[in-house]
């Protein structure tokens, strides 16, 4: 990746050919745009906005086992879904070493003006706070919506029940985040953490037992921030259909339950109260909690309305929403410890509320 490379990709797209036989092109969609400007953050992957049109995101730890986003992508893409930007085409490059193809970049629209989602939904809950109702709570509806959409939309590649191996293995993934947890987390968050361990292992159990569940493609990184919004009137975008960094490319790009991703946006909405309650000094935690109820209760309402408009109620099991949530939050203290400290006050105070509440509702 040097200066210049982002416009040739964009200028190859237009073309549709590259002049390097040791490169393969997919073009959906392609404009003239001329212009680089870096992402200066830090990211997983380097990212080069060309001429204010495209962004070029250079993955920088590809693997020739294969990658999730050109197939869900494609999926996308056939099936008309159009909340993501719109994908502009992928590169491939022969490896050095293996001499097979391995994805190097993917270019998709870019969209000015847009903000994180640990951003607007956090201004969201200092909206709600504040007596603010309007559109406070608009967001949750709408990615219900949009999730339940993605879903339908992959399902179309093909829908195939898990076998017991497989939830065996998932609960086995399950059980190691949390012993991954409980050996890295230290201080007070640790000896509180280390009290639950045995009820947290226990809502892990109906992973194992799952066998049959409907699995499809799914996004694999679900959360708040992977979802971006327009200044007024808003539109939500999903980006980022990598699937989860911590995983191996070939894990990455295995068939999951909906309820994967359905579970990664209700703790995330949880997050964000934390996050707002972190960073605003006075806020009502009462009135922080509910926003949180309200939020994963219209989002979930939502998700589950569209899939019945389709006839496809079946892609969501239920019995999954709890324990997958409960892993996340396990996964959630790893990722502080490895790479954000600060962070495990949010799966420190999350957790214990989700067991209570996944306590009173049994």
């Given at each position: ?43 997983t ?5 060309v ?11 590809t ?9 869900r ?21 022969r ?5 097979a ?38 967001a ?76 499809i ?10 979802i ?7 539109v939500y ?47 009502d ?11 994963q ?66």
């Open positions: 990746m040097t200066p210049g490379d982002a416009d040739a990709l964009v200028a190859a797209l237009v073309a549709g050919q590259t002049p390097n036989l040791d490169e393969v092109i997919t073009v959906w969609y392609a404009e003239p745009a001329t212009g680089e400007r870096a992402i200066t953050v830090d990211q992957n380097r990212s080069v906005v001429g204010d049109r495209a962004i070029v995101k250079w993955l920088l730890h693997d020739v086992a294969g990658h999730p986003a050109p197939q992508l494609q999926a996308l893409v056939d099936a008309g879904f159009t909340a993501m930007p719109r994908p502009w085409g992928l590169l491939h490059q490896d050095t070493e293996t001499g193809l391995k994805l190097s970049a993917i270019v998709t629209e870019y969209l000015p003006g847009t903000e994180d989602g640990w951003e607007w939904a956090v201004e969201d809950v200092r909206a709600h706070v504040r007596g603010e109702q309007s559109g406070a709570l608009s949750p509806i709408e990615l219900g919506v949009i999730t339940a959409r993605m879903h339908l939309a992959f399902s179309r590649t093909g829908v195939e029940p898990a076998n017991a191996k497989t939830c065996a293995e998932w609960h086995r993934v399950a059980e190691g985040d949390l012993c991954n947890a409980l050996e890295l987390v230290d201080g007070a968050e640790g000896q509180r953490l280390r009290t639950l361990a045995r009820r947290i292992s226990q809502r892990l159990l109906p992973i194992a037992q799952c066998a049959g569940t409907p699995i493609d799914v996004h694999g990184d679900l959360h708040i921030g992977q971006l919004r327009t200044s007024k009137p808003y975008t999903v980006v980022d259909f990598d699937g989860n960094p911590l995983q191996s490319a070939l894990e990455r790009m295995q068939r999951q339950p909906a309820a994967r991703d359905v579970a990664g946006m209700l703790a995330s909405l949880d997050h964000v109260g934390r996050v707002a309650l972190y960073r605003t000094p006075g806020i935690p009462v009135l922080v909690e509910g926003w949180i109820t309200a939020a209760d219209l989002f979930l309402a939502n998700y589950r309305d569209e899939l019945a408009r389709a006839d496809c109620a079946h892609l969501l099991d239920e019995r999954l929403l709890g324990p997958f949530q409960v892993q996340q939050e396990c996964r959630e203290f790893g990722y502080s410890v490895r790479h954000l400290p600060h962070w495990r006050y949010v799966p420190d105070t999350a957790l214990p509320a989700l067991l209570d509440r996944l306590d009173n509702s049994a």
